[in-house]
């Protein structure tokens, strides 16, 4: 069983940045690729980005793509989302997820209660 919990989202800005961090429970935290989807209101939820187990490598939407960046320190059993030159359309619940590398959300077994992200024109 893992357990994730994410920071608290926020409001910002149009061009600001903002960073999310997700904190795992459990010592399998490595062997999970961990991903990052949001859902707007209205909207079904959709990929952000996603990194695998090592931190090797990464996957993004293209919506998001020079944006964002997916990090995380298996140390500390965490994955972090940052976001720059953030847009109004990112307006959003984020959730963080850990499973199977990939873009599609039935690849995670385990998510988080998700943060809103709110970004102001």
């Known amino acids: 069983q893992v357990q994730l919990v994410e920071s608290r989202g926020g409001l910002v800005q149009a061009g600001g940045s903002l960073r999310l961090s997700c904190a795992a429970s459990?010592?399998?935290?490595?062997?999970?690729?961990m991903g990052w989807f949001r859902q707007a209101p209205g909207k079904e939820r959709e990929f952000v980005g996603t990194?695998?187990?090592?931190?090797?490598?990464?996957l993004y939407a293209d919506s998001v793509k020079g944006r964002f960046t997916v990090s995380r320190d298996n140390a500390k059993n965490t994955v972090y989302l940052q976001m720059n030159s953030l847009k109004p359309e990112d307006t959003a619940v984020y959730y963080c997820a850990a499973g199977n590398y990939g873009r599609y959300p039935h690849y995670y077994n385990y998510w988080g209660q998700g943060t809103q992200v709110t970004v102001s024109s």
């Open positions: 459990g010592r399998t935290f490595s062997s999970y690729a």
């Open positions: 990194i695998n187990w090592s931190g090797g490598s990464t």
